[in-house]
């Protein structure tokens, strides 16, 4: 993924709920992302529902016009809490609440990685 897409939002502020321009939660991140590439992508709650707009994909498939979304599950009931978006192969940006908008390797997540998802609409 070009880097110029993303460059201006790295060291924003975590915000709850967050859309921006000021501030990001890990979903508001997604949207702003792939909006950023001309896909809108819908507000849906977590759970069922929006499992059906993401579809399974693989680490190796992705493309520079492809965001990977890293689906990051807690071991307990397996319930998604947490996105980010593969920028480089095994670099994720998120929203991170203590650091804000970052890049983290995908290593430090590896054990809460339930999966990596396209949009599928």
Known sequence: MDRILFSDLLLKKYEKDGRGPSGFDCYGLVIEMYRRIGIKVCECPAGEGAKSIWKPTSLRCSTSKNIVIVAIA??????????????????????SEKKGICIEPLYLYSKFIEGYYEYAG
């Open 74 to 95: 807690p071991k307990k009931d397996g319930i998604i809490t947490h996105a980010g978006i593969v920028v480089k192969y095994n670099q994720m940006l998120h929203a």
